[in-house]
């Protein structure tokens, strides 16, 4: 069985370790970038089954970025995670989408994924 992959693009480190060990130990490829420009280069390399982007990165809008750039690449489940309470962009409506508050739980997170998956 192959393992699903995932891209995780937020510029918060410590989120990023504690998703990136958590996910592998569920048996998930796990990749990780801190800027939308190399999360474009790793989406483009790795072409992931699921991206947890963040809203607010350095260099841009995570969320508008991952419906103009990324969903048109290829169509992977999107989770849109943020701290803050961001009304959602125009999203397409063939889109597979979940939104996630920060601090994130893994019980939150198991459930999310499970959906996925059901």
Sequence with gaps: MNKKKVLIIDDEEELCLLLRSYLSRKNYETYVSHSLQEGKQQ???VRPDIVFIDN???DGTGWDFAIN???PL???HLFFISAFHPSLPD???DA???VIE???SYTDLEKKLAEVYA
Excluded: E, G, Q, V
């Design 56 to 58: 607010n990165l350095p």
């Design 74 to 76: 290829h169509r992977s």
């Design 102 to 104: 920060k601090p994130i």
């Design 91 to 93: 999203i397409p409506a």
């Design 69 to 71: 750039t990324l969903l």
């Design 43 to 45: 989406f483009a390399s």
């Design 96 to 98: 597979k989408y979940s």
